[in-house]
């Protein structure tokens, strides 16, 4: 069975970093793609990254230059690294599986990152 | 970049009733469309993936046509289970975009 368990929200202040980890079980990350998506209270999803099972990672414009993913083989785990946040990115964010030609099959339950001084 | 259009925004209707969501791409995203499904308070679930392929344990009420820049959701007679709200998702090109949601309420 596939299982997503994201850790590592919390309330942060603006300008501040947090990294966000999403422990996979059921499937090996790295013969996958996998990634991010968001969503703000009351609002939209809105897909934030995605990193392929090449490795090459991609970005929303949003976020671009300031978010990083990465994946750790070992531990069949990713994350994304999240700096100079900013009160819009207040959001919960959910880690998620693609399977290539058919979509987010699978998703975490979600961690709530909440940016505010 | 693609962006993705859904209507109608918020829709009424009732248990039995057919309903219809459409998506529209700013540009081709040939087959590579994906429509979800969230209730409040739950993790998005995959319902359609490549346009018009209903995802393992869907019920067959649920269906999806389209291609390129045109896409639609029916629900052939609404069931209770069924008020959500319906998301569609490009995935042929980076960066992938969602629409913004189309929420079914009870009329």
């Known amino acids: 069975e596939v299982q997503l368990v994201e850790s590592g929200g919390g309330l942060i202040q603006p300008g501040g970093s947090l990294r966000l980890s999403c422990a996979a079980s059921?499937?090996?990350?790295?013969?996958?793609?996998v990634g991010w998506v968001r969503q703000a209270p009351g609002k939209g999803l809105e897909w934030v990254s995605t990193?392929?099972?090449?490795?090459?990672?991609f970005y929303a414009d949003s976020v671009k230059g300031r978010f990083t993913i990465s994946r750790d083989n070992s531990k069949n785990s990713f994350y994304l690294q999240m700096n100079s946040l900013r009160a819009e990115d207040t959001a919960a964010y959910y880690c998620a599986r693609h399977t290539v030609g058919v979509g987010l099959d699978n998703w975490g339950q979600g961690t709530l990152v909440t940016v505010s001084s | 970049d693609i962006q993705m259009t859904q209507s109608p925004s918020t829709l009424s209707a009732s248990v039995g009733d057919r309903v219809t969501i459409t998506c529209r791409a700013s540009q081709s995203v040939s087959s590579w469309l994906a429509w979800y499904q969230q209730k409040p308070g739950e993790v998005p679930k995959l319902l359609i993936y490549k346009a018009s392929n209903l995802e393992s344990g869907v019920p067959s009420r649920f269906s999806g046509s389209g291609s390129g820049t045109e896409f639609t959701l029916i629900i052939s007679s609404l069931q209770p289970d069924d008020f959500a709200t319906y998301y569609c998702?490009?995935?042929?090109?980076?960066?992938?975009?969602f629409g913004g949601g189309t929420k079914v309420d009870i009329k």
């Open positions: 998702q490009q995935y042929s090109t980076f960066p992938w975009a």
């Open positions: 059921g499937f090996t990350v790295s013969s996958n793609y």
């Open positions: 990193i392929n099972s090449g490795g090459v990672t």
